[in-house]
């Protein structure tokens, strides 16, 4: 009798890239240490009852609707699976550092979106192979949704007015007038800061990614199209933050594993954790749970497939609850009130961190139960809604070590 093969459950992983094209797939770049997984393509097998003078009810079998979908359950960390968080704000907008100086206008016919390679009038002030270059649509130095800026890292440096400088494998993501700027961003710099935020630039766009499921050596299903319907962030004094996703993509193919990587930081846990409720610091807050539904649904068509020819985020609503020992009856005054307030959540480890803010937040219900052997506690349910002086919901702000785009 020869020996069983064993795959060992160590050598399996999940693997995330952000697509360009959606349900175009792509190799993983990132991967996170899971707790838990359950993504799993269902048959979709319709049994239809026939009268054949059998007793057997479920008797003839055609293919229905397949899904592919499930959830990644995970730490919470400031350097991995930061993919599934963007593509579950909605996309990751623009990106900066704080070190970046020595402006120059870009000049010339400006820089297109999706190239490798690009032309400047005047170099910032010491730029050179090492550094990183960050490009601004306006000359004004604070990025924003009317002045997007992006990073790259400056692999070469050529010519002598205009300057031609080449980012490596990197492409530009928007497109800069030439009356954009660039700066240096010395190569000395460690950290970055990303803006993830909901429906933006363009509202009718939405990030998909790219799944590697590695079954513990065997093979990898690769899960094409992935759209991140719910989320769930759980920060609790108890142990380590951890975030649910539940995901539903296109398309499914077997390839060959890839080989993972991981980062280095540690997952982010009570001596990380800080709260804003109603624009004021809380030290109080005892636990904190945040929910994005973007309501992702799949349709299916007469398109010779059984797997959905649409998968896509067609409603977001953002909600959560809190915890706080109570202090004064503040909170409890807001909601009989109908108070509107920002809620912030804030997560740091060492110069990196996790920001989430909620502009516009309002208590759909408190309770003050009283308990023998207790203190008096609240424990609030909230509902995010859309801020018009915010323009969003939702706004995540991540700032680390990585400089492109997380989706």
């Known amino acids: 009798m020869s020996a069983l093969t064993q795959y060992l459950a160590g050598r399996g992983f999940i693997g995330v890239a952000a697509e360009a094209t959606v349900g175009t797939p792509v190799a993983a770049t990132s991967y996170v240490p899971l707790l838990d997984e359950s993504l799993v393509r269902e048959p979709g097998i319709v049994l239809e009852k026939l009268l054949r003078g059998s007793r057997d009810s479920a008797f003839v079998a055609v293919l229905g ?35 970046a100086g020595g402006a120059q206008a870009i000049g010339g016919s400006g820089i297109a979106a999706g190239v490798g390679s690009f032309a400047l009038a005047a170099l910032p002030a010491g730029l050179s192979v090492g550094d990183w270059i960050e490009l601004h649509q306006t000359g004004a130095s604070d990025a924003g949704l009317t002045n997007l800026s992006e990073v790259h890292a400056v692999a070469s440096v050529g010519g002598s007015g205009p300057y031609t400088i080449g980012i490596g494998g990197e492409l530009t993501r928007n497109a800069y007038p030439s009356t954009g700027t660039a700066w240096r961003v010395p190569s000395t710099t460690a950290v970055f800061s990303h803006v993830l935020l909901p429906d933006q630039p363009n509202a009718g766009s939405y990030k998909t990614l790219t799944i590697e499921k590695n079954l513990g050596g065997l093979t ?3 899960f094409a199209g992935a759209v991140v319907g719910k ?29 993972p990587s991981y980062g280095a930081s540690a997952p982010l846990s009570l001596p990380n954790f800080a709260a804003s409720l109603f624009g ?14 973007q309501t992702a649904k799949e349709y299916w068509t007469f398109n010779g497939g059984t797997l959905p020819a649409l998968v896509v985020p067609v409603e977001r609503t953002v909600t959560g609850k809190f915890t706080n020992i109570v202090q004064s009856m503040a909170y409890y005054d807001n909601m009989v009130a109908g108070t509107s307030g920002a809620f912030t959540a804030t997560l740091s480890q060492g110069s990196s961190s996790i920001v989430i803010i909620l502009p516009k937040c309002l208590l759909t219900k408190l309770g003050v139960p009283l308990k023998i052997g207790d203190l008096l506690m609240y424990d609030a349910q909230f509902h995010a809604t859309h801020s018009d002086v915010a323009g969003y919901s939702i706004e995540v702000q991540v700032t680390n070590g990585h400089w492109l785009p997380f989706v």
């Open 280 to 293: 004021v610091a809380d030290s109080s807050v005892a636990s904190f749970e945040l929910d994005i539904d």
């Open 220 to 222: 990898s299903l690769q």
């Open 231 to 259: 989320t769930a962030v759980q920060l609790s004094s108890k142990g380590a933050a951890k975030v649910r996703y539940d995901l539903s993509a296109l398309a499914e193919a077997q390839i060959g594993g890839s080989t």
């Open 65 to 99: 609707e397949q899904k592919i979908g499930g959830s990644i359950e995970t730490p919470l960390y400031v350097d991995q699976g930061l993919p599934l968080l963007g593509a579950a704000i909605g996309s990751d907008v623009y990106q900066y550092a704080a070190t």
